[in-house]
């Protein structure tokens, strides 16, 4: 015993012995300052004194931009122990817009990861604040430029940095988590059914499991509208992925966000990952807002154009504003000018006139090569003691020749793609013409240009639209610009459309904004259209309290103000996405190089919604109902509706309106609709600084839906203010205007309807149109019908006895389930089994049967299609069945659930081809084991459109737990081509 004591004493002292000398930093906490560190040591960084205290940046006038950051390896070096951390930035706020720092780090994916979080100005002076990081998967070993992590000012601005600190924290975690919702820039609308996958990568080196914990919350007030918890397994340095379905009924038009934690107290595993997505109204293709454009820059690069332009023409977006540089259209080589279209570019106008979209091109700015090959040009700036830059505006006849030609030539690029053409941008401003405030030289350069440019324009293209002269502002310092260059000789000739820019930061503001542009506006002819080319709002008031929403109500507040006016005939919000993750920026939709990237934000569901209640409407009126409270008019014509919008100006305050004596609702910013109830002839509510729409439907109003899934169209929806049993009809017409459908039924007790069909021909758009009895039409609509249809391809083989069954389910998920059932010729089951799809929705079977057969059936389904195709190895395929259902169930014997389905389709496929032969399809119901009811469609009953033969059988399932459905090849001779497809 004694020995053994002895033992662990001495072993107990080599260890301490050979244990090398760490630093020892108080709890684990590390920083470093101006002239003090612990544990952390700055390069790159320079020393001054700011607002009383020692401070460090870097230096950017000297061309450094970074500061990089290296903690101690004794304390962490590849973090094998997978530990978080956080990192707390404190910086000197100066209060100068533009004034910013990124964040990047040595991570366990990436060596240069950059966060998501920035550090942000405010309008409050030298104050200080503090930005804080939290990393769950630092690697930290010293990949990025020699160090762990460093602060970046990407505009080269100088940011004051009073002390970094690092934070390591007990919990660890070694598991990156992601998402995917297969919807652009995750964002949902109504009809879509609300699923996200969530992918985990274990980066451990060991296998790893625990409980996975989902919560739905709402961005607008934290409330978790839905949550869950699963299992998950994950092998060493390997992923997974499971999939979260959300109900319908748990959430709303908005934005949420889907917190996930991954843990397992006994592997000390906490990993958290925070997936964004929203729901947002929609529009159909001839409900969108013919005023609505916005500024997408997709000049700038790396921008998802298709998807963008699709979501904007979804939620009923109508025009889009873009530059086309003149440096990038045309170069100057060996004294030569060439002009060549910019990939970028083509690609967004050639999308935007896909969908009917009008582009409006931003022609601008200089181009100092062409100008400088000019020799009249040169030695008029040499005159003028100006040099020839970016932003310097053409003073000669040759060089607004230049200018003009350029326009011109892009014109020739886009022959009938380019709606308008905007000259120059902001020559009022300095920065973006040197020779702006040399007023009044500066607006006779301008001016100038702008008649050059019209007439060579109007002399090849009359119909495309010039616009000029962008000012930046129409108020205050503007209207010295706007009144001298109306003071222009005959410049009234000289362009089609008048625009401007406008940007509003508080309620306030938009009273004095309607009276000063309605005076302003006064001055410009009749005859010209008007476009507000920019118009923005940012997310904060300047001040410390960041709200999305208050950006969202801004710019729905300034633009309903000004349509309430009919001040403009279009307007452009500046701009589509966010320049970058910095929650201040401009931009509706989220930065597109962020982990989620045009995820939206409140902004773009409430310019939607402002799109969906207010489209083909005329102003009617702004009114100031208090000093506090403001209503804004609007009346549609075409859908008998009259819309109110109240908003608070500062103070929320109860209002009491009166009823007009028909049916009105009222919705939220989002287009929620909201509880408000008539008393006594009055809706009495409370008003925020958020808008409100009161929407008064002079006729029956509807809301229709449209869907299609597994073959089969339906249109369903409520009318509002008709009568139980009153008659509704219906008539389709595909994408050539040809009538595919037609028929009627009576509203239920619910006001409700629904139509079922299987169109004869698919269709690209069709064309919806409900009436009553005798068809006095009350909803014309066309839809766009995205196709979600699984299709199973498979193939089978046989090497020797060994039988092998391949293919993929299109469009399946990862780990999907995919069911296999084998019967012989004589109809017995030989093999059953299930197996996962892989990434691509591949799956395959091997087995060897126990006896051979002349023939061999195979049936394959997943949850939403079944196939069953017959084989002889020999050589000859008969013909196959596919059946589509919804289904609740994975199970292998439970797979398509037809109580839950509003449609089960047959189709008889002969691989693309006509089947020449007849056969006729029997559906069996059966209650326990005992035949109920068996139907028969025959092959001429059967809606064929040159390949696949289809029919809905829903209706013809009576009082069923379970149908089988069989194909024949005769009615006379029953005998099964296929075996029975099974529904429970």
């Not at 997978?82 to 060596?111: H, M, Q, R």
């Not at 934005?255 to 934690?261: A, I």
């Not at 990237?597 to 799109?611: C, D, E, I, K, T």
């Amino acid at each position: 015993m004694k020995k053994f004591v002895l033992s662990v004493v001495i072993l107990a002292f080599v260890i301490v012995l050979l244990t090398p000398a760490v630093p020892i930093y108080a709890a684990q906490t590390l920083y470093c300052k101006a002239n003090e560190s612990n544990g952390i040591t700055a390069s790159g960084s320079s020393v001054t004194a700011q607002s009383g205290q020692s401070v460090f940046y870097a230096d950017t006038a000297n061309g450094n931009k970074t500061i990089y950051f290296n903690v101690n390896d004794g304390v962490i070096n590849g973090n094998t122990e997978y530990k978080n951390v956080t990192v707390k930035i404190e910086y000197i706020d100066s209060g100068e817009s533009g004034k910013y720092f990124a964040f990047e780090y040595d991570s366990l994916s990436n060596p240069q990861k950059r966060h998501e979080v920035y550090g942000e100005t405010t309008s409050k002076k030298n104050v200080t604040r503090t930005a804080v990081f939290e990393i769950e998967d630092a690697y930290f070993g010293n990949r990025l430029k020699n160090a762990d992590f460093s602060v970046v000012m990407p505009k080269m601005n100088i940011v004051y940095f009073v002390s970094v600190t690092l934070e390591i924290s007990d919990k660890a975690s070694g598991v990156e988590i992601g998402g995917a919702t297969g919807k652009f820039g995750n964002i949902f609308f109504k009809d879509d059914e609300k699923s996200i996958d969530v992918n985990f990568t274990n980066h451990r080196s060991t296998a790893v499991s625990g409980n996975v914990t989902y919560s739905v919350k709402n961005d607008a007030d934290g409330a978790e509208v839905y949550s869950l918890q699963k299992p998950l397994e994950l092998g060493a340095n390997s992923g997974g992925l499971q999939t979260v379905a959300i109900p319908s009924e748990n959430i709303k038009f908005g934005t949420y966000t889907l917190n996930v934690n991954f843990s397992n107290s006994e592997q000390n595993i906490s990993a958290n990952g925070k997936i964004p997505f929203s729901v947002c109204q929609s529009v159909t293709a001839n409900g969108k807002n013919t005023k609505m454009g916005v500024g997408a820059h997709f000049n700038w690069g790396g921008r998802n154009i298709p998807g963008s332009i699709n979501l904007l023409d979804k939620t009923g977006f109508s025009h889009i504003r873009e530059g086309y540089a003149w440096t990038a259209f045309e170069t100057v080589t060996d004294g030569e000018r060439n002009y060549g279209a910019v990939d970028v570019c083509t690609d967004y106008i050639e999308q935007s006139s896909a969908k009917n979209m009008k582009t409006l091109i931003m022609a601008g700015y200089g181009n100092v090569n062409v100008l400088k090959s000019i020799p009249a040009e040169v030695s008029a700036a040499l005159a003028n003691g100006e040099e020839i830059t970016l932003y310097y505006l053409p003073v000669t006849a040759e060089g607004r020749k230049a200018y003009a030609d350029y326009v011109v030539k892009l014109l020739d690029t886009y022959e009938g793609k380019i709606d308008t053409v905007e000259i120059w941008n902001e020559p009022n401003l300095r920065q973006y013409c040197e020779n702006a405030y040399t007023v009044p030289t500066g607006v006779e350069r301008y001016t100038a240009l702008l008649k050059d440019t019209y007439t060579a324009v109007k002399a090849k293209y009359p119909d495309v639209k010039v616009a000029g002269p962008v000012i930046s502002s129409l108020m205050d310092y503007a209207d010295k610009y706007l009144k001298s260059f109306l003071a222009q000789p005959d410049i009234n000739n000289y362009y089609d459309v008048f625009s401007f820019h406008n940007y509003s930061y508080s309620n306030s503001g938009l009273d004095n904004i309607i009276s000063s542009i309605s005076a302003d506006l006064a001055l410009i002819p009749e005859n010209k259209e008007i476009y507000v080319t920019e118009f923005g709002v940012r997310n904060t008031a300047y001040s410390d309290t960041e709200d999305e929403r208050y950006q969202a109500a801004g710019l729905a507040k300034y633009y309903l103000s000004m349509a309430s006016e009919n001040f403009c005939d279009r307007y452009y919000i500046y701009q589509l996405s966010k320049e970058n993750t910095r929650s201040e920026s401009l931009g509706i939709l989220n930065y597109h190089n962020s982990k989620y990237p045009y995820s939206a934000r409140p902004a773009f569901l409430a310019m939607a919604n402002v799109n969906a209640l207010t489209a083909g409407s005329t102003g009617k009126g702004y009114t100031k109902l208090n000093s506090n409270v403001r209503k804004l008019s609007f009346e549609n014509s075409a859908k008998h509706t009259e819309t109110d919008v109240y908003f608070a100006v500062s103070k929320t305050e109860n209002v009491s309106v009166e009823s007009k004596g028909k049916l009105t609702e009222f919705y939220d910013m989002y287009g929620n609709m909201l509880d408000i109830a008539e008393n006594d002839g009055v809706f009495s509510f409370d008003v925020t600084t958020e808008p409100i729409y009161a929407v008064t439907y002079y006729k029956d109003k509807l809301d229709v839906s449209v869907t299609y899934k597994f073959g089969t169209l339906t249109v369903s929806g409520n009318v509002y203010t008709s009568h139980k049993d009153e008659i509704l009809t219906i008539k389709v017409f595909d994408d050539k205007n040809k009538l595919i459908y037609i028929n009627q039924t009576a509203l239920d007790e619910n006001l409700s309807f629904k139509f079922n069909f299987v169109p004869l021909s698919e269709s690209a758009i069709y064309t919806v149109k409900l009436g009553n009895a005798s068809f006095d039409e009350i909803h014309s609509a066309e839809y766009t019908i995205p196709k979600v249809n699984d299709e199973i391809s498979v193939s089978a083989s046989r090497n020797f006895n060994k039988i092998t069954l391949s293919g993929t389910v299109k469009k399946a998920l990862k780990d999907e389930n995919v069911t296999v059932k084998v019967f012989d010729s004589s109809g017995s089951i030989i093999y059953v089994n299930q197996t996962k799809t892989d990434a691509k929705g591949g799956f395959e079977f091997e087995f060897v049967p126990l006896k051979t057969s002349d023939v061999y059936v195979f049936y394959i389904a997943n949850k939403s299609l079944s196939e069953i195709f017959s084989v002889n190895f020999d050589g000859e395929t008969f013909t196959g069945i596919k059946l589509k259902a919804l289904s609740n169930s994975d199970g292998v014997f439970n797979l398509c659930d037809y109580n839950s389905a509003d449609t089960v389709t047959v189709s008889v496929d002969n691989d693309g081809e006509v089947y020449d032969g007849d056969f006729t399809v029997a559906v069996a119901s059966y209650k326990g084991d005992a035949l109920t009811k068996i139907e028969m469609i025959e092959k001429g009953d059967m809606l064929f459109d040159g390949s696949v033969y289809r029919y809905d059988i829903h209706n013809k399932i009576s009082n069923a737990d379970k149908v089988k459905i069989f194909l024949f090849n005769s009615f006379s001779n029953i005998k099964p081509l296929t075996y029975s497809v099974e529904l429970k």
